[in-house]
Structures are given as structure tokens and as C-alpha cells.
């Protein structure tokens, strides 16, 4: 899964590459949604996994997309 895209694993540098190539294959995206436990991770495992990723690779994602896009009725 993680070759195909649809699956992120490993460092946080790992991650956020993995992320970006996602980000700049499909031009960009406003929502990620992060499942940060899986398979028989314990519960401080997956706190420590989640922890990680916003202090490691949440502040650079920021990079991709610094202005969020308006849609719908809020871009009017």
C-alpha cells in the first residue's frame, strides 16, 4: 500500500515525502485524514505514533497548501 500511494509508513521524513508525492500527484488537497493506529499497536504506542506526526510532519504539511482554499458558498 505504501508503493501504491494510499498508505504512509516509517520516519517522519519518510511520511511527509510520501505525503507531498500524494499532494503534488493529484494537485494539491485541503483535508488529510491521519489513522494513526493500526494492526495491534497498544495504546501508547499509538499515542507516541500520533504525537510524532504533529510534532514531526503536521508543521511542514502546512508548506503544500499555506492559504487554505474556500469552497462551496464560503468562496462567494
Do not use: W
Amino acid at each position: 500500500m505504501i508503493e501504491s500511494g494510499t498508505c504512509f509508513a516509517g520516519t517522519p521524513d519518510d511520511v511527509y515525502d510520501q505525503i507531498k508525492a500524494l499532494s503534488d500527484s493529484v494537485g494539491g488537497f485541503g483535508h488529510l485524514l491521519m489513522f494513526g493506529q493500526g494492526g495491534f499497536l497498544d495504546h501508547k504506542d499509538t499515542v507516541a505514533n500520533i504525537t510524532l506526526f504533529a510534532k514531526e510532519v503536521m508543521p511542514r504539511l502546512r508548506e503544500l497548501n499555506p492559504e487554505p482554499q474556500k469552497v462551496g458558498a464560503a468562496a462567494q
